[in-house]
């Protein structure tokens, strides 16, 4: 494995990244407005308005419906105290895994489909690199920032999150171990999936903005994640985000034999 030449691919496409603002773009408003802004609403808006009584009877209503573990996260809490907890570290769980899912899909989606419209791709294919070294040098310059944002949006939140709530709270709470299982285990495979996803589209469709509208159906089984947890049909807890960690690895050493299998820089060039 020629590792220097594998480091040299990742270390163009993120140069090119860096210069490409349809790229770099949703790398910052995303996790800017889905793991700061959103939490931080949620947390200073049971502050404001006060948590009428009628809501607070409704909030313990639907908390007697949940799961056992989640009835024993939330005891010792009061109501107000409850609520900012479900938000944050429940509803917000999925949204979470949107980051890693859309940063890899965005740069996956330029790694091939950029540089045929910026015509560089060309002069790159016909390298000593194998197949498999200039596979590897993409999907590490997508995988890489992805994971990087995800863990550095959360050390964000977290702060934000405690420091907001702590009139409320009166202590630090967040992240919780479910939380930091998503960070180190679930949303890294995110991004492998959504990457891998998107190298195979990538290399396949004529420019960037077709491969990003393809990209959209990768994030689509996150989206049904959020919504489920949004109405009360399953809740995210430690032992159901080990799992699906563990599924998704499955997905992404499947999707990793497939795209090293089908990717063929001679079908590149003739594209």
Known sequence: MNWRGVVAVARKDLLAV????AVMLPIV??????LVGVP???VLLPQILG?????MGELQAAIESMPASVRADLAGYNAVQQSIVLMTVYFLAPAYLLVPAMISSVIAADSFAGEKERRTLEP???????DGE???????????PAVAVGLGSLLVESVVVN???????????????MWIVLAVWVAPAVAGVGLCAMVMVSARVRGFQEASQLGGLVVLPVVLLLVGQTLGVMYLGLELAVALGLALW????????LARHTFRRTELIAR
Not at 124 to 130: F, I, Q, R, S
Request: charged share 10%; net charge positive; glycine share 6%.
């Open 134 to 144: 200039l596979l590897l040098g993409k999907l590490l310059a997508a995988w890489v």
């Open 163 to 177: 420091l907001a709530a702590w009139p409320i709270m009166g202590r630090a709470f967040f992240p919780t171990p």
């Open 18 to 21: 860096r210069r490409a603002r």
């Open 29 to 34: 408003v995303l996790p800017a407005l889905i």
């Open 250 to 257: 499955v997905v992404v050493a499947l999707l990793l034999w």
């Open 124 to 130: 790159l294919l016909y390298t000593p690199l194998t």
């Open 40 to 42: 931080l609403v949620l």
């Open 51 to 55: 948590g009428p009584d009628a809501e």
